[in-house]
Nanobody, 127 residues
């Protein structure tokens, strides 16, 4: 019943732009902080961005800060990630996820701090 479905991932050239989308269903979407995370096989899960329930506050991780913008449309239960100036090291599986509150804690695994997860959408950046 609960679903988060990402889309928009594709092959893109370095320096290019891409917009990822996430469609939520089966829960009250605007009760939750929306987030994007990414993971490359063999590497740790990395938090990319988050947005408050009403879209008034956004937060970004260091790796992509200045190159991405997170947004949401609560009327459509949608979460977005606009990515610009993509680099080869941005190649990863990108996930949308939701949680209550914006504050992550350091003593709990990142994956355990989200209530709902999507299946991911792959982004490959070529040089």
């Amino acid at each position: 019943e609960v679903n988060l479905v990402e889309s928009g991932g594709t092959l893109v050239q370095s320096g290019g732009s891409l917009r990822l989308s996430c469609e939520a269903s089966g829960f009250t979407f605007d009760d939750y902080v929306g987030s994007w995370l990414r993971q490359t096989p063999g590497k740790e899960l990395e938090w990319v961005a988050a947005i408050s329930w009403n879209g008034e506050n956004t937060f970004y991780g260091t790796s992509m800060k200045g190159r991405v913008a997170i947004s949401r449309d609560n009327a459509r239960n949608m979460l977005y990630l606009q990515m610009n100036d993509l680099k080869t090291e941005d190649t990863a599986m990108y996930y949308c996820a939701t949680r209550l509150g914006v504050a992550l804690v350091s003593d709990v695994a990142l994956r355990e701090q989200y209530k709902y997860w999507g299946q991911g959408t792959p982004v490959t950046v070529s040089s």
